[in-house]
């Protein structure tokens, strides 16, 4: 057997993160360092703006993840050529299909095993007759 000798406690220094999540931990702290210290020093006019936000910042080597600052958008226009648009739609309607006999034989089982465990449903079926059939 190994012996494994983890500590119990949170303010311990073993850390398990994978190297990328650590290197972007300490990225994060690195940046939350700086902004408070450009915050101790002050910018003068700039200083009333506030920080920019970190996607704008040139000194990054790596692309940011938008995630925790969401960027301002809206959509003015979609534009989609008609016969693209058709196709697309004929499409969903075949994909389709396939989804709604999966549902009615989904549905279908469940009425057989609620039939089953509760026999007193068959009584109150509806049942529909056609004259003359």
Request: aromatic share 10%; net charge neutral.
């Amino acid at each position: 057997m190994t012996d494994a000798n983890f500590p119990l406690t949170a303010d311990s220094d073993f850390d398990d993160l994978p190297r990328t999540l650590r290197r972007e931990r300490d990225a994060r702290a690195r940046e939350a360092r700086e902004r408070e210290q450009r915050a101790r020093e002050g910018r003068g006019m700039d200083a009333a703006l506030g920080d920019p936000p970190s996607y704008l910042s040139r000194g990054r080597s790596t692309p940011t993840s938008y995630d925790s600052e969401p960027v301002a958008a809206s959509v003015r226009s979609f534009d989609v050529p008609f016969g693209r648009l058709v196709v697309f739609f004929l499409k969903a309607a075949l994909a389709a299909i396939p989804a709604l006999v999966l549902l009615g034989v989904v549905l279908y089982f469940a009425g057989k095993g609620l039939e089953a465990y509760f026999p007193e449903l068959v009584r109150m079926k509806i049942m529909i007759t056609f004259p003359g059939g």
